[in-house]
């Protein structure tokens, strides 16, 4: 069974980065496709961003172009997610799994790592 743990996430300043990760205990993901998404407080789980197995392709949602960038380390079977001009809409606790190519998820889901960012 693959256990998915996702940290550093924190608080940080509207304009401030984080670099999130993403790493698997279990089974490889290495060939999955990957994402991140994010749920802030009362509202629904989004995705934010995604990567082909490969490492290839990204691809994110329109509120974060520009400001994130998604990727894989050598062995693929980690997953970062850099993110830069930060805005207090990013708060949230962000997630990482593996998706299938219609976009579904294949894994279960981690404990997320919380990201506040104060104005």
């Known amino acids: 069974q693959v256990h998915l743990v996702e940290f550093g996430g924190g608080l940080v300043q509207t304009g401030g980065s984080l670099r999130l990760f993403c790493a698997a205990s279990?089974?490889?993901?290495?060939?999955?496709?990957m994402a991140w998404f994010r749920q802030a407080p009362g509202k629904e789980r989004e995705w934010v961003a995604a990567i082909d197995d490969e490492g290839t392709r990204p691809k994110y949602t329109e509120s974060v172009k520009g400001r994130f960038t998604i990727s894989r380390g050598g062995a693929r079977n980690t997953v970062y997610l850099e993110t830069n001009n930060m805005k207090p809409e990013d708060t949230a606790v962000y997630y990482c799994?593996?998706?299938?190519?219609?976009?579904?998820?294949?894994?279960?889901w981690g404990q997320g790592t919380q990201v506040t960012v104060s104005s």
């Open positions: 799994n593996a998706i299938y190519g219609n976009g579904a998820t294949a894994l279960g």
């Open positions: 279990g089974r490889p993901f290495n060939d999955y496709a």
